[in-house]
C-alpha cells in the first residue's frame, strides 16, 4: 500500500483514495471487561468509529498544505497515516517520496542513554542511514544548542531541551514531504524563530509540507491550500483564507461556547469588556484565592517598572478532571490585550487534578509593560480550551507604578546603534517626550519642514536585509536617513511603534546629531499581527515639529505560538496538588 | 512467497536499525546496576549451580562420562538465550508503544531485536563457559567448528516464536501467562538435566515422540560441538544425522511461519498497543 519508490507521473507526492479509518471499540472492550466472564458468555460488544471517511486528497510536489479541523475531527489520524504509522482501513494510499514528520519528536528517546546516544538511536528510528548520521551529527548538534550536555544522560535534560533535539533531528534528516503537527508552538521565542525559518527554507527548496494547526495564522500566512475537516471528512478544500473563513463560520454556526471562539475570533488584541468581573465556568474545580507577589516575594498590588511578578492562583477541585490546563491574561484597564499565556500553549501536560486542594503559579520574570492600571483573568480550561472549569474574567487588578503621560504600552529594550567608537559611552536621554507626544497627537499626518529631510526610513532584519515581515524573537533595527538642510541645532528623533489599531506600543527620543540614526529591538518580542512605525523630529529651539509621517513604515509580526495579546513576556509556569 | 523475500529485503534495508536497537536494550539494562554487564555471566552460572545442586547433590542424578556441572552447562546456557528471548519479546510491542505510535518502520524489527540482544548477552555466558570447559581440562575437537551454526540454527528459531509471540501478545493478553508456563514445561522436557538415555530406558516409543523436541537436537548438537565423543554415548535409537535434518527443517519453518503471522497481525499494533 506504501509506494516509495514508483514515481508516478511526477508531480503528485501524495494520493489519497476513497480512504476510511475505522476503530473498532470491540478490542477495547475487551481489554477492561472481567476477561473470563464476557469470554465465557462471548459477548461482543461492536462499537465502531470511523475517524476518516471518503477522503480524496491530492498534494502536489512542492505544495505546502494546511489542514484545519476541530479536535476530533481526524487531523491528527490523517497526518498517521500519511506518515505510516496507521494502516487504513479501506481506501489506497501513494505517497511518492521520503516522509518525515515533527508529529513524533523523540520517538524512542531513551532516558538512560545520553543525548548523544539518543541521537544516533532516534535518527536511525527516523531512517536516517549510518552514513547519513555521521555527516548530519554537527548540524543536528548546532541547531539544538545543546553542545555541552550531549553526554549527559536523557533523564537530566528538561522538557525543551528534549523537544529540541528532537525537532534538530528531525528537521536535519532528508526528505521530501514534512508532516508538521502542532508542536510547533512550544519552546522559547528565539527557537521558535529559528524553526520558522527552516520551514520558510523548505518552502522555498520546494519540499512538499503538510501543516496541522489550531493556529489559523499560521496556515493562512504559510500555506498555498488548505483543507477542512469536519467529523471526518473533507468538507472544503480551497484557498487557505477562504478555508479559514469557513472554518470560523462554522464555528459560529455550531454554537460553541463564547471562551472557544474567542481563541479563534478576532479577540486576540482586546478584551471584550462586558465580561469583565465576571465568573463563568462548570465549577468542577474552582480558583479560590488569587495573589500577586514582588521581587522579593512580598504580597502587593502595585509594582515597579520591568520588577518580576508571580501570580499564585489557590483552587478546589470537587470532582476529578483529566488533562485541565490553566490560563491567565493581562489586560491594560482599557481593555488592550497585553499577553495570555496558559500551560497547553507552553506545552506543559498536566494529567489530571484529582479532588483537593492545589495552586498554580506564573512568574513573569520581568513584566515588560508601562506604568499603569491592569486587569488579569485566571483560568482553569478543559482539554481542549472548549469550556472552562472557573474563569475569572477581568477579575483581578495590578497596577505598575510610575508616570505614563503618553500611554505607551510596552517597556521594550532597545539599543541604538552606534555610528562611530566616540559615541559609544554616551547615552542620549529623552528630555520632554511627553509634550512631544502631544504635539503629534495634535497635528497632521504628515509634515514637512525646510529644516531637515527624510531621505530613506527602512526595516532591516539583523543581517541588513529590508523586510516587512518578522518573527518574534528576532531582531529588529529600523533605519532612518537625513538631510540636513541647514545646521542641525538640538533636534530630536521620535520613533513610535503602534499597533495597526493604534495602541501605542512604544516610543523612543534620541538627539539627533548625525544624518543615520538606526533603532535595535534585539529579540522583539512582538506577537502575531500588523504594526506600523511613525516618526518625528523636533526641533527644541523652534518648539515645533519639523517632520512628522505618521504610518511611515508598516510591517507584520508572526509569532509562532498560539499566544493571544500583544507582547510575549518571558514566564514560568508551576503548579502542585496539596 | 514473494511477500516473504519482501520482508527480508526490509531487514537488510534497516539492518542498522536492528543494531541500533538491540545495543540500545543492552546500554539500557546494564547501565545503571553496579554489576552491570556481570549479570549476564551471574543469571546462568547461578542457575547451573542451582540445578547442579539439586539434581547431583539431592537427588543424586548422574551421567555418563561427563562430570554433572558441565553437563547441564551445555544445555542451561543455550536455554537461559532462548527463553529470555522468548519471554521478554511477549511484551516487546508494548514496551515500545512509543515507537509504534509514533514513527514507521517495518515493526518485525522490534522483536528480532530484542533476540539480537539476548544474543549480544549470551556471548560474555559462552566465553564463560569456554573457560569452565578449559578448567576441567575438556578437551576440544574439529567439531567446535560447529558451535556458530548451531548458535545460528537456535536464533533462527527463537526469532520465529518472538515474533510469534510478540505479535500474538497484541491480539491476545493472555499470551503472555501461556509463554510462561510453556517454556517452564518445555524445559523439564528436553535433555537439559538427564540424559536421552534414561528417557530411552523409560519408554521407547515415548522416545519416538520425546525427540520431535527440536532442543533435543538443539542440545544433543551443542555437546556434539563441546563435549569429545558425546555422539556415541547417545541411545542407539537417536540418528544424530536425522536428529539434526529435523532441527534445520523446524527451525526454517518456525522462522518463515513467524513471519507470516507477524505480518498478519502488523497492520492492527497502532491501533491496538
Known amino acids: 500500500m506504501r509506494d516509495s519508490s514508483k514515481i508516478c507521473?511526477?508531480?503528485?507526492?501524495?494520493?489519497?483514495?476513497?480512504?476510511?479509518?475505522?476503530?473498532?471499540?470491540?478490542?477495547?472492550?475487551?481489554?477492561?471487561?472481567?476477561?473470563?466472564?464476557s469470554?465465557?458468555?462471548?459477548?461482543?460488544?461492536?462499537?465502531?468509529?470511523?475517524?476518516?471517511?471518503?477522503?480524496?486528497m491530492e498534494v502536489e510536489r512542492g505544495k505546502v498544505v494546511g489542514i484545519i479541523g476541530r479536535n476530533g475531527a481526524g487531523k491528527s489520524t490523517l497526518l498517521n497515516i500519511l506518515a505510516g504509522i496507521y494502516t487504513p482501513t479501506v481506501g489506497k494510499v501513494e505517497i511518492i517520496g521520503r516522509v518525515s514528520s515533527l508529529l513524533t519528536l523523540g520517538a524512542g528517546f531513551q532516558d538512560e542513554l545520553t543525548g548523544k546516544e539518543n541521537i544516533f538511536l532516534n535518527s536511525s528510528i527516523?531512517?536516517?542511514?549510518?552514513?547519513?548520521?555521521?555527516?548530519?551529527?554537527?548540524?543536528?548538534?548546532?541547531?539544538?544548542?545543546?553542545?555541552g550536555f550531549l553526554d549527559s544522560p536523557l533523564q537530566t535534560y528538561s522538557q525543551g531541551m528534549r523537544l529540541r533535539l528532537g525537532f534538530s533531528i528531525a528537521i536535519q534528516m532528508d526528505f521530501d514531504i514534512l508532516l508538521i503537527d502542532e508542536i510547533l508552538s512550544v519552546g522559547d521565542v528565539s527557537f521558535q524563530k529559528k524553526c520558522f525559518d527552516k520551514i520558510e527554507e523548505f518552502k522555498k527548496q520546494k519540499k512538499t509540507l503538510v501543516i496541522v494547526s489550531q493556529s489559523l495564522d499560521i496556515i493562512e500566512r504559510l500555506c498555498q491550500e488548505a483543507f477542512l475537516l469536519e467529523s471526518g471528512e473533507i468538507v472544503q478544500k480551497s484557498h487557505p483564507q477562504k478555508v479559514v473563513g469557513h472554518y470560523l463560520e462554522l464555528l459560529n454556526e455550531k454554537r460553541l461556547p463564547e471562551t472557544f471562539r474567542r481563541r479563534y475570533g478576532k479577540l486576540r488584541w482586546w478584551a471584550d469588556k462586558r465580561f469583565w468581573e465576571k465568573k463563568e465556568g462548570s465549577k468542577e474545580a474552582r480558583i479560590v484565592e488569587v495573589k500577586t507577589y514582588n521581587s522579593n516575594r512580598k504580597q502587593t498590588r502595585r509594582f515597579k517598572l520591568g520588577e518580576k511578578v508571580t501570580v499564585r492562583a489557590g483552587f478546589v477541585v470537587d470532582k476529578e478532571i483529566e488533562k485541565p490546563h490553566f490560563g491567565i491574561a493581562i489586560f491594560r484597564e482599557d481593555g488592550v490585550y497585553c499577553y495570555g499565556p496558559n500551560t497547553s500553549f507552553d506545552g506543559h501536560?498536566?494529567?489530571?487534578?484529582?479532588k483537593g486542594e492545589g495552586?498554580?503559579?506564573?512568574?513573569?520574570?520581568?513584566?515588560l509593560l508601562r506604568p499603569g492600571k491592569y486587569r488579569f483573568s485566571v483560568a482553569i480550561w478543559d482539554k481542549d480550551e472548549l469550556w472552562a472549569y472557573d474563569y475569572h474574567v477581568g477579575f483581578y487588578k495590578f497596577?505598575?507604578?510610575?508616570?505614563?503621560?503618553?500611554a505607551q504600552l510596552l517597556n521594550l529594550r532597545y539599543v541604538w546603534e552606534q555610528e562611530g567608537w566616540w559615541q559609544k559611552f554616551k547615552i542620549t536621554q529623552s528630555e520632554e517626550p511627553d509634550a512631544?507626544?502631544?504635539?503629534?497627537?495634535?497635528?497632521?499626518?504628515k509634515i514637512s519642514s525646510s529644516d531637515v529631510e527624510l531621505s530613506s526610513f527602512e526595516l532591516l532584519d539583523l543581517s541588513g536585509n529590508p523586510k516587512s515581515a518578522f518573527h518574534a524573537g528576532g531582531d529588529f533595527k529600523i533605519k532612518s536617513k537625513f538631510k540636513f538642510l541647514k545646521e542641525p541645532q538640538d533636534y530630536y528623533l521620535w520613533l513610535g511603534l503602534f499597533r495597526c489599531d493604534d495602541v501605542y506600543c512604544h516610543g523612543v527620543l534620541k538627539k539627533l546629531n548625525a544624518e543615520t540614526a538606526t533603532l535595535i529591538y534585539p529579540d522583539i518580542p512582538l506577537l502575531t499581527g500588523d504594526y506600523y512605525l511613525s516618526i518625528a523630529v523636533w526641533g527644541k529651539n523652534q518648539k515645533a515639529l519639523l517632520l512628522y509621517k505618521n504610518k511611515a513604515s508598516v510591517f507584520k509580526m508572526t509569532f509562532l505560538g498560539e499566544d493571544h495579546g500583544t507582547v510575549y513576556l518571558e514566564h514560568s509556569w508551576k503548579w502542585r496538588l496539596l | 512467497m514473494l511477500h516473504i523475500m519482501n520482508h527480508l529485503r526490509a531487514l537488510i534495508q534497516y539492518r542498522h536499525l536492528l543494531w541500533d536497537l538491540a545495543i540500545k536494550d543492552i546500554k539500557v539494562r546494564y547501565r545503571s546496576p553496579t554489576l552491570g554487564f556481570l549479570w549476564a555471566i551471574i543469571v546462568p552460572l547461578i542457575m547451573v549451580f542451582i540445578f547442579k545442586f539439586i539434581f547431583s547433590v539431592i537427588l543424586r542424578a548422574q551421567v555418563e562420562n561427563y562430570p554433572f556441572f558441565i553437563y547441564l552447562m551445555t544445555a542451561i546456557f543455550p536455554w537461559t538465550y532462548f527463553s529470555s528471548s522468548v519471554s521478554s519479546a511477549t511484551e516487546c510491542i508494548f514496551s515500545n508503544r512509543d515507537l509504534i505510535k509514533k514513527t514507521y518502520f517495518p515493526r518485525q524489527i522490534i522483536p528480532i531485536s530484542v533476540v539480537l540482544a539476548n544474543l549480544i548477552n549470551f556471548i560474555p555466558a559462552l566465553i564463560v563457559m569456554f573457560l569452565v570447559l578449559a578448567l576441567f581440562k575438556m578437551q576440544f575437537t574439529i567439531l567446535i567448528f560447529l558451535l556458530p551454526g548451531i548458535l545460528l540454527l537456535q536464533t533462527i528459531f527463537t526469532i520465529g516464536l518472538a515474533l510469534i509471540v510478540s505479535s500474538l501478545q497484541v491480539v491476545l493478553r493472555d499470551v503472555r501467562y501461556i509463554v510462561e508456563l510453556l517454556l517452564m514445561a518445555w524445559l523439564y522436557f528436553s535433555p537439559g538435566f538427564y540424559s536421552l538415555t534414561m528417557v530411552a530406558n523409560f519408554s521407547e516409543?515415548?522416545?519416538?515422540?520425546?525427540?520431535l523436541n527440536p532442543f533435543v537436537g538443539l542440545f544433543s548438537l551443542y555437546r556434539i560441538a563441546l563435549l569429545k565423543g558425546y555422539a556415541n554415548t547417545l541411545p542407539p535409537k537417536v540418528n544424530i544425522f536425522a536428529l539434526s535434518v529435523w532441527v534445520v527443517i523446524v527451525c526454517c519453518v518456525t522462522f518463515l511461519f513467524g513471519l507470516l503471522v507477524f505480518k498478519r497481525y502488523e497492520s492492527r499494533f497502532s491501533d491496538l498497543v
Do not use: C, P
Open chain 2, 205 to 211: 516409543a515415548f522416545l519416538k515422540l520425546y525427540i
Open chain 1, 126 to 147: 527516523l531512517g536516517m542511514s549510518r552514513d547519513e548520521i555521521n555527516k548530519k551529527y554537527r548540524d543536528i548538534v548546532e541547531f539544538s544548542e545543546l553542545d
Open chain 1, 9 to 37: 507521473n511526477g508531480v503528485k507526492a501524495i494520493r489519497l483514495e476513497n480512504l476510511g479509518k475505522r476503530f473498532d471499540l470491540t478490542y477495547q472492550k475487551n481489554r477492561v471487561t472481567k476477561g473470563i466472564l
Open chain 1, 399 to 406: 497596577e505598575i507604578i510610575g508616570e505614563n503621560k503618553d
Open chain 1, 436 to 445: 512631544l507626544f502631544n504635539l503629534i497627537h495634535q497635528s497632521e499626518d
Open chain 1, 39 to 56: 469470554a465465557l458468555s462471548r459477548q461482543k460488544i461492536t462499537a465502531e468509529f470511523w475517524a476518516l471517511r471518503d477522503i480524496n
Open chain 1, 359 to 367: 495552586f498554580f503559579t506564573l512568574e513573569f520574570k520581568s513584566l
Open chain 1, 349 to 354: 501536560s498536566i494529567d489530571k487534578l484529582n
